[in-house]
């Protein structure tokens, strides 16, 4: 019912492969998504004096005594934060004396926080223990473009002369 056919054609020559040359149009496109940064991890048993900075994902169970600001942190169940935690996200497992700044925070049975929280979101497991203020974030008012009022010039009266 089916048959293979015989290719009779000629046999094409192949030319010696050359490095390969990117045309302008693909050297200008994108390499692939970027990999993520790994998240720094620091444990028990560390002690930090002075500021934690960084763009990453950070995880300590260690003892900071300073601010961290941060993209997104992780502080586990042996961790203290003596000073002002800033990041995008944050997980509390452990404890901090000093205000907390995020968009997302997250405080575990095990979270201890003397402080202020500052927050979009704010979720807490029973046992968290919290002493201070829980501030939502003040998103500004979107401003409407008003057009511009046009307001009449005020007519000049005439100068007054007298002879």
Do not use: W
Not at 14 to 43: C, D, F, G, T, W
Not at 52 to 62: F, K, N, R, S
Not at 76 to 86: C, D, F
Not at 108 to 136: C, N, P, V
């Amino acid at each position: 019912m089916f048959a293979k056919k015989k290719d009779t054609s000629a046999p094409v020559a192949l030319a010696p492969l050359e490095p390969a040359r990117a045309p302008a149009a693909q050297a200008a496109a994108p390499a692939s998504a970027p990999r993520p940064k790994p998240a720094s991890m620091i444990a028990q048993g560390v002690t930090i004096k002075g500021d934690v900075v960084g763009d990453g994902e950070l995880h300590l169970d260690c003892v900071v005594l300073g601010d961290i600001r941060v993209g997104k942190l992780i502080l586990g169940p042996n961790s203290r934060v003596e000073g002002s935690v800033t990041a995008q996200v944050i997980e509390i497992h452990g404890n901090v004396l000093g205000s907390v700044t995020a968009q997302a925070v997250r405080l575990y049975g095990t979270a201890r926080i003397d402080g202020d929280i500052t927050h979009e979101q704010l979720a807490m497991e029973t046992g968290a223990e919290f002493q201070g203020r829980s501030l939502k974030f003040q998103r500004p008012a979107p401003v409407a473009a008003q057009p511009a009022s046009h307001v009449p010039a005020m007519p000049q009266s005439a100068p007054a002369y007298s002879a």
